[in-house]
């Protein structure tokens, strides 16, 4: 027992090693950028107050991202997602899949849950004992069920899902600006110090000057130009490598996915569908990032719902569609007359589904979402436009999480 116990610690403390490689790489761009460059380089005093403001703008606005989303507590399911205790116990009694799968949909009968494993069972999770929500998974890192979980980070050390979906995202999006001005506004001076290297390398000088010779010749320390040089090529890396994870998960906000269902699709009562639970592109935005737009480029939790339950693209059509739909795919409903949980499809409380039928008397809108295609209205904010243009150079990902 006491080996095991500091197995764990020990794997608790290892798992910050990645978050505390990037605190001091952040540290250490501060220090570079502001002493190194603004002090002791720049000789403009305006020129220098710019990039500061600019700067600690930037900065601040990454720290409080990645704040969020380091501390902020996975969410898990409620207490009526667990089993009753009598129910638990019927449950580990029964030896046969058939029973306790009949003791899991009689406990699932009254909540929302709108999709099945790929063999029509009720998602039930052994290690935390509870029937997951829809788009919750557990993670064996976290050793929880997350509910609507995308990932596990080992960047944040923490698990990305509901709770802190948003903050990463602002994340990944403040960390871009912040090292995509760091490699602007220091590549003027890399350029000139790299020349310099050159033309002293050729020359083969002796001693170690520069053109500017009352500027060094006033404070600034010989090893300036290696920070200011290295500066440049650690931000304009972190850019290449952050852009394509962040115009990854733009492309999942707009079709409302998660990483794990990119790979996974859910199954609903018709069968796996990957845009299940697409509503088109701007209420998809709408769900991560709320209803006010004056707060989406902050990071305070302003997503809309609870977690465990999610309007989908099959609340608003037809029952009679989905009826001719599952008869004209046979490969997919081969399990349809498995027992499925009823329930009324207006029992969400999710703000997005509230104005269903304004959404339904829109002809385009209506088209959009039945076919789970992306579309943006013309009276949505440049964010929109923002999101809809980075998703078009994503690429797949492996997802990080286990389940």
């Known amino acids: 027992m006491a080996p095991s116990h500091v197995l764990k610690c020990c794997q608790k403390v290892l798992a910050w090693v990645p978050v505390a490689f990037i605190a001091l790489v952040v540290a250490w761009s501060y220090y570079a950028y502001v002493v190194e460059l603004c002090v002791f380089t720049i000789s403009s005093t305006a020129e220098k107050v710019v990039y500061l403001v600019v700067f600690h703008l930037s900065f601040f606005m990454f720290i409080w991202s990645y704040w969020k989303t380091i501390f ?16 638990k116990e019927q449950y580990e009694k029964e030896e046969r899949p058939e029973s306790q799968q009949e003791i899991l949909r009689r406990a699932a009968k009254d909540l929302p849950i709108y999709t099945t494993t790929a063999s029509r069972a009720i ?21 929880i069920c997350v509910l609507k979980m995308d990932h596990h980070c080992p960047w944040v050390n923490n698990c990305v899902g509901f709770s802190n979906y948003k903050f990463f995202l602002l994340f990944l999006m403040y960390s871009l600006l912040y090292c995509l001005f760091v490699a602007a506004t220091v590549l003027q001076y890399f350029i000139k110090f790299w020349t310099l290297c050159h033309r002293k390398a050729a ?14 010749e ?31 998960h733009c492309w999942l906000v707009g079709k409302n996915r998660s990483t794990i269902e990119t790979f996974r699709a859910p199954t609903f009562r018709n069968g796996p569908d990957k845009n299940g639970f697409s509503l088109g592109c701007s209420k998809n935005l709408r769900e991560v990032f709320g209803d006010e737009k ?6 305070i939790f302003t997503s809309l719902g609870d977690g465990c339950n999610f309007p989908t693209r099959l609340v608003i059509m037809d ?36 104005s269903d039928s304004q959404w339904v008397e829109s002809g385009p809108e209506e088209e959009g979402v039945k076919s789970g295609s992306l579309h943006c209205h013309t009276s949505d904010n440049l964010m929109v436009l923002f999101v809809v243009g980075f998703s078009l150079f994503c690429r797949p990902k ?6």
């Open 72 to 87: 902020t507590s996975p969410a898990s399911p409620s207490k009526e997602f667990c089993l009753s205790k009598a129910d």
């Open 123 to 143: 998602r039930y999770c052994d290690r935390c004992q509870l029937i997951k929500p829809d788009r919750c998974h557990h993670c064996s890192a976290c050793d």
């Open 203 to 216: 020359e083969n000088c002796p001693k170690n000057e520069l053109p500017d010779t009352h500027v060094w």
């Open 218 to 248: 006033t404070g600034l320390r010989h090893h300036a130009k290696f920070h200011v040089l290295f500066l440049f090529f650690v931000a304009a890396m972190f850019f290449i490598s952050i852009l394509s994870l962040f115009s990854y």
């Open 294 to 299: 004056k707060y989406w480029l902050i990071p």
């Open 319 to 354: 029952p009679e569609q989905l009826t001719v739909s599952s008869q004209n795919e046979p490969a997919k409903s081969s399990g349809a007359n498995q027992p499925f949980p009823p329930r009324p499809l207006s029992e969400s409380q999710n703000r997005l589904l509230a």
């Open 398 to 403: 492996k997802s990080l999480r286990t389940d």
